[in-house]
């Protein structure tokens, strides 16, 4: 059961990750994505986080993929965008090093075996609910959430500068 | 094994009366909402369809249903035949984890008693929260695939709205977190059990609407503009834009929006409910009766908003909600936490 609902999602999350990518239109790219967010918060409930899952569907596919297409329409993205040309040869050879790279990573992961390790024991009763997850940030993770947050602040008062200026 | 069975048995019910009394509020919430803005405006409101044209909305379905389903020519057609769904599914979806009566038995019927909610989970506030966030796809979706400038225009106007107020919404229910100290809508029922002192004097039930009225009225105030309803009802401004998003939209496809509608209302209500009226809770124990009558109060409100209220200009509307709501949600969380910690600290 288990595996059939990871293999499902994880198939869900891998084909619309690549339809992200093949699409001619920015909004179905944009479409793709969320379908991908949300396979990946169904990964997150097979791994009993159901914090990080309704944080997931309320921040990444709820918000951010919210603004992302509002982006889009208010830019008018035309919509039969041609981002790709056959003579442009400069691409294909970066697009190929990257895939080589990439491709490399792969094999030397499949290799070596990384991320192979003993089978993990089940999650300890109370893992990955909103108490056990929120002790944690406040007390093991307090300042790299600390550090992220004033980050995020930094974000937020130079994104209204930058607006502002551009008003005056 | 039978217990199993029986377990499914009694889950597949409930899920059926809620999806069942889902789409019956949907069509009378209409016919409610008719009767008493005719009411307000001295008129009289649906009176030749049945007794106090109370079958006015079966008539409404049944027309609905056999109307020709038109799409129009350039639509972007897979996005246009799935924007309605995204729409509807949302807004049933959200209903969930609504906690609406304790347990019962059914008058004894039952051999064990049966808990009154759908699934009771860890972090019920920000599962509703998270899927009535996706709720707003449909409509953008179906502004953009119509191609058709005031679906479009309707479609933007509701994404920027419902993720400005969006904020505001959840900042204000961090009150009430802070005071529970759980997401799990049960435990927040079962916190607002028994009588409190308000103000020390006045005998009141322990709602947090009493604990928490600044952040209940940001929370009412943020679900009238999450539900696009009047005065915040822009997106589909028929004076200016038609009918907004779903102008190009006939037949039952527009019929699925105006459903997703009036069920979000019902839930935003429900929500209002559970988190600052005590949900179910009344004098004599939880029942769905008290759920009920207080989600119909709640629903009467938004009903005399639209009648008693003229529509907020695009401007007005934003800076009401980030130059207005938000800061007041951010002071209203402040001081619940800082109340809480010194609470905390001599207790």
């Given amino acids: 059961m288990e595996l059939a609902l990871f293999a499902g999602l994880a198939a869900v999350a891998a084909v619309s990750g690549l339809l992200v990518i093949v699409q001619r239109q ?27 899952w309704a944080v997931q569907l309320l921040v990444y596919a709820g918000a951010i993929m919210v603004l992302f297409l509002f982006v889009i329409m208010l830019l008018n993205v035309p919509r039969e965008g041609v981002f790709w040309r056959p003579d442009d040869l400069r691409r294909i050879l970066l697009a190929g090093l990257l895939a080589l790279i990439l491709a490399g990573e792969l094999i030397l992961a499949l290799v070596f075996r990384v991320g192979e390790s003993a089978p993990t024991a089940p999650a300890p009763p109370g893992f ?17 959430v600390e550090i992220t947050s004033v980050i995020l602040l930094v974000a937020v008062v130079g994104a209204m500068v930058l607006a502002k200026k551009h008003g005056e | 094994m039978s217990l199993l069975i029986e377990s499914l048995i009694v889950m597949l019910v409930k899920i059926g009366v809620v999806f069942a009394t889902l789409l019956f509020v949907a069509a009378y919430l209409v016919w409610l909402e008719r009767k008493v803005i005719a009411r307000i405006q001295v008129r009289w409101g649906p009176t030749r369809v049945g007794p106090f044209g109370l079958l006015q909305p079966v008539a409404d379905g049944i027309k609905l249903f056999f109307k020709e389903d038109l799409i129009p020519a350039r639509v972007d ?27 019962t038995t059914l008058f004894g019927l039952l051999p064990r008693p049966v808990p009154l909610h759908l699934a009771d989970i860890d972090v019920g506030v920000l599962y509703v929260f998270g899927i009535t966030s996706l709720g707003v796809y449909g409509i953008f979706l179906a502004g953009w695939s119509s191609n058709n400038k005031y679906s479009l225009l309707g479609g933007m106007r509701a994404s920027a709205q419902m993720i400005s ?15 529970v100290g759980s997401l799990r809508l049960t ?8 009588i409190a002192w308000w103000l020390g004097v006045l005998p009141v039930p322990n709602w947090l609407v009493f604990s928490q009225p600044l952040a209940f009225g940001i929370f009412f105030t943020c679900a009238l503009a999450e539900t696009n309803r009047a005065p915040f009802d822009l997106p589909e401004a028929e004076t200016e ?13 527009f019929a699925m929006f105006f459903m997703a509608e009036y069920i979000n209302m019902a839930t935003a209500a429900a929500m209002a409910t559970t988190l600052f009226l005590g949900g179910p809770l009344g004098p004599l124990g939880p029942s769905p009766v008290w759920f009920v009558a207080k989600v119909l109060l709640l629903l009467f409100v938004f009903i005399w908003f639209r009648a008693s209220l003229p529509r907020f200009r695009y401007d007005q509307l934003m800076a009401f909600g980030w130059k207005r709501l938000l800061p007041l949600a951010f002071a209203n969380t402040i001081v619940t936490a800082l109340a809480a910690a010194i609470a905390g600290a001599g207790g």
């Fill in chain 2, 241 to 253: 834009l038609v009918a907004g998003f779903h102008s190009e939209y006939s037949s039952m496809k």
């Fill in chain 1, 26 to 52: 920015a909004i179905y790219s944009a479409l793709f994505l969320i379908l991908t967010m949300g396979a990946l918060a169904g990964l997150y409930i097979l791994l009993e986080a159901h914090f990080v």
């Fill in chain 2, 187 to 194: 435990e927040i029922v079962r916190a607002q059990e028994g």
């Fill in chain 2, 165 to 179: 107020y969006e904020l505001s919404m959840s900042l204000s229910v961090v009150g009430v977190l802070l005071l």
């Fill in chain 2, 77 to 103: 057609r897979a996005l246009f035949l799935l924007a309605p769904a995204v729409s509807i599914i949302p807004a049933f979806l959200a209903f969930a984890v609504m906690p609406f009566g304790g347990t």
């Fill in chain 1, 128 to 144: 990955g609910t909103t108490e056990s997850v929120g002790r944690l940030l406040f007390t093991e993770y307090l300042l790299p």
